[in-house]
């Protein structure tokens, strides 16, 4: 984490928090079934290790964003997203949750009082609904890096992108993932980040 931190400070990265629940073999990726309140006690114990290690490097921790099957969940759960924003109204209220556009977690900070960032994802496939296509499906993750980069394209012009049915779909974001254990996620953020250049779009941190 340290190293990270550290990585990130020095090249002006912004850094946040990525909090899943207690699965180390299966990368945060199953889906456990806790109770809210554990889940709450859980995304609290990992928010404050970043942020102490942050106070550590004299860096700043500025956003939250759920991982994997916890993300899921309180994208589509209003109790689950409830404790997310619980456990960072207990750490750090000014911090900025990120999460799926238009989902329970959005919802969830308004009513907290917390700052939302939308997201889409580039190397994900999209149900008709905004919800992401399983990983277990085929066809879930998007290896193809002109594919990608050109669903990113439209998502920032604010266009629609095809979802898994065929179906047009309108996603407002202010933020693109890609995630980092796809083997061409280098391959799709260089391009991506060449060709939002050249469209003259001004690349930003959503959370200071």
Known sequence: MRDTVRAAKLRGVTIGAHPSYPDVPGFGRRELGLSPKAIELHVEYQIRALRDVCGLERARLSYVKPHGALYNRAAREPETARAVVAAIRKVEPTLTLLGLAGSEMGRAAE??????ASEAFVDRAYKPDGTLVPRGEEGAVIHDVKSAVQ??????????????????LHISAQSLCVHGDNPDAASILRVLNARLKESRVTIAPFAA
Do not use: N
């Open 151 to 168: 669903r990113a394209v439209m998502l920032v012009k604010g266009q629609t992108i095809t979802a898994d049915d065929g179906s047009e």
């Open 111 to 116: 009513r907290a009082g917390i700052a939302f």
